[in-house]
């Protein structure tokens, strides 16, 4: 079955993945490829559907495999990342923080993952900022507007695009046009 298929039975009402069918998709590790692309599509619903199957099968398929809750932890961070930008997507800020500061916290993720989750962090706290009046630390200012330089070679293009618009938002909030339409020049050559 295709991912695009999955992606339609999960929206059609599909309240549960058994593990046959999560096999029939190619295991956990298809459904959160699959579930990444439908976020880089604008389908951030879907997505998010298919990311809670994809973690659940997970922790199961490794819990019958033997592995300790500290490795599936580790094995489903990256999964639970991808759900916190699905949940920023669809405007459920709160959510999507809590999920970022808690997997920051476990120290889990990979160097790369681990700057992604910090930068879109920084910028949900940067965007809780209403009329202009940004509540942040200079660290979290300045965490929302780089795009980290030790990992930008790990991160893929759909990767550095979000971090480079992320950043026209924080620059747009805090009222930086200038340096926002340089950034949205940049933008449009990725």
């Known amino acids: 079955m295709s991912a695009a298929k999955a992606a339609a039975a999960q929206h059609g009402g599909s309240t549960g993945l058994d593990e046959d069918l999560g096999a029939a998709h190619g295991g956990y590790e298809l459904?959160?490829?699959?579930?990444?692309?439908?976020?880089?599509?604008?389908?951030?619903?879907?997505?998010?559907?298919?990311?809670?199957?994809?973690?659940?099968?997970?922790?199961?398929?490794?819990?019958?495999?033997?592995?300790?809750?500290?490795?599936i932890r580790g094995e489903t961070a990256p999964i639970e990342a991808q759900r916190a930008v699905a949940l920023q997507q669809l405007g459920k800020s709160g959510e999507a923080r809590a999920i970022y500061t808690r997997l920051l916290s476990e120290g889990l993720l990979d160097t790369a993952t681990q700057d992604v989750v910090d930068h879109n962090r920084a910028t949900i706290d940067t965007c809780?900022?209403?009329?202009?009046?940004?509540?942040?630390?200079?660290?979290?200012a300045k965490c929302a507007l780089l795009v980290p330089g030790r990992s930008a070679g790990l991160?893929?293009?759909?990767?550095?695009?979000?971090?480079?618009?992320?950043?026209?938002?924080?620059?747009?909030?805090?009222?930086?046009?200038?340096?926002?339409?340089?950034?949205?020049?940049?933008?449009?050559?990725?």
């Not at 599509?41 to 033997?66: C, F, Q, R, V, W």
């Not at 900022?129 to 940004?134: D, E, P, R, S």
């Not at 480079?164 to 950034?183: D, E, G, H, I, P």
């Open 155 to 190: 991160l893929s293009r759909y990767q550095k695009t979000s971090m480079l618009f992320n950043m026209v938002v924080v620059q747009v909030a805090q009222k930086q046009y200038a340096v926002a339409r340089r950034s949205l020049r940049a933008l449009g050559k990725t």
């Open 31 to 71: 459904m959160f490829n699959s579930a990444t692309r439908l976020i880089a599509s604008d389908k951030a619903h879907e997505a998010l559907a298919l990311l809670d199957n994809a973690a659940k099968l997970a922790a199961a398929t490794l819990a019958n495999d033997g592995w300790s809750e500290q490795d």
């Open 128 to 140: 809780k900022a209403t009329g202009g009046n940004i509540s942040l630390s200079a660290s979290q």
